[in-house]
Nanobody
Framework: QVQLVESGGGLVQDGGSLRLSCAAS????????MAWYRQAPGKQRELVAR???????NYADSVKGRFTISRDNAKKTVYLQMNSLKPEDTAVYYC?????????WGQGTQVTVSS
């Protein structure tokens, strides 16, 4: 089994920054993909950013140039640096880790951006 522990969410003002972390543990034989998703009230969960095992990254258009995803393989941790935050970034943020056996989701961390 794989376990994920997220941290770093909170309340921030418009234009502020936050850094989310997601530490993975358990049977991590081969991490294929690490990603961050978010879900705002009344909306579907959407991909924010993802990073492959060879460090290729993809971002949602709405966060390009403001968010940066990175990973520390030794710590089995994925990060999401969020700058220039906007009220529309308010959501619960979830990390996910994909290994050959499947995908595991974190419990989510709330990010609230006040105007």
């Amino acid at each position: 089994q794989v376990q994920l522990v997220e941290s770093g969410g909170g309340l921030v003002q418009d234009g502020g920054s936050l850094r989310l972390s997601c530490a993975a543990s358990g049977r991590l034989f081969s991490i294929l993909l690490m990603a961050w998703y978010r879900q705002a009230p009344g909306k579907q969960r959407e991909l924010v950013a993802r990073i492959t095992n060879n460090d290729r990254t993809n971002y949602a258009d709405s966060v390009k140039g403001r968010f940066t995803i990175s990973r520390d393989n030794a710590k089995k941790t994925v990060y999401l640096q969020m700058n220039s935050l906007k009220p529309e970034d308010t959501a619960v943020y979830y990390c996910s880790v994909t290994i050959p056996l499947g995908t595991t989701w974190g419990q989510g961390t709330q990010v609230t951006v006040s105007s």
